[in-house]
């Protein structure tokens, strides 16, 4: 018997209008990667800030910890049809890393980079504005490696396809640059409120 809705955990009223279409809530948290985890070593972990080809700011893993930290209790939406309500996060806001760095979002558009070869596109405004961070922690605790530890990007507003795992650099480009599921025809920005799953959407 269905309890989803009378019996459930929340309140119904507490979910209105946070589940967007055609998504289904889920309690669990699934794992989505298009290959293997990789191993990532702390002591060589690097994060980038990238102008076309150039860095223009990089931190080790201590630098990185020592930028301030923001908790985030957000909903997010796999394009597979699962959304998952009230996910806690800790991390660095894009917005403190650009700060660090001294800049302002020098190009509208971002591609973001991972250590598995992965890549997504990002829109500068769904970073900036306290929208995004790299997250090290979920739920309290070091993110686990199939969720992207030791960080990934975390864009909650946006499909989860663009929260990239084992994130290496924001580059920012000259022009919106389609990632690895965008070039397979997924949607250059992903809103899921307007369900813009694949490019034509
Ligand atoms: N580096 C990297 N990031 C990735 C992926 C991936 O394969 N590699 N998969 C994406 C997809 S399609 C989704 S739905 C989410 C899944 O995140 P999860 O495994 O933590 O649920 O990660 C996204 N980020
Ligand atoms: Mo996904």
């Not at 102008?51 to 223009?56: A, Q």
């Not at 980079?113 to 739920?139: E, K, Q, W």
Request: aromatic share 10%.
């Amino acid at each position: 018997m269905s309890t989803r809705g009378f019996g459930g955990r929340r309140p119904a009223a507490a979910q209105a209008g946070r589940i967007p279409p055609g998504q289904s809530l889920t309690e669990d948290f699934p794992v989505l990667s298009a290959g293997p985890t990789p191993r990532v070593d702390l002591a060589a972990w690097r994060f980038a800030l990238r102008l076309g080809p150039r860095t223009l700011q990089a931190w080790t893993w201590d630098e990185f910890q020592a930028l301030p930290q923001t908790t985030r209790v957000v909903d997010i939406h796999c394009v597979t049809t699962w959304s998952k309500l009230d996910t806690e996060w800790q991390g660095v806001l894009v917005d403190d890393l650009l700060a660090a760095a001294g800049l302002g979002a020098p190009t509208p558009w971002v591609l973001a980079h991972s250590a598995d070869g992965y890549s997504t596109n990002v829109p500068a405004a769904d970073l900036t504005g306290g929208r995004a961070m790299i997250a090290t922690h979920f739920g309290g605790l070091p993110l686990t490696p199939d969720h992207g530890g030791p960080a990934r990007l975390l864009v909650p507003q946006l499909y989860f396809w663009k929260s990239a795992k084992w994130v290496t650099a924001l580059q920012f480009t000259a022009r919106d640059e389609a990632g690895f599921w965008e070039l397979r025809g997924y949607h250059m920005r992903g809103d899921p409120f307007l369900e813009q799953r694949y490019g034509g959407d």
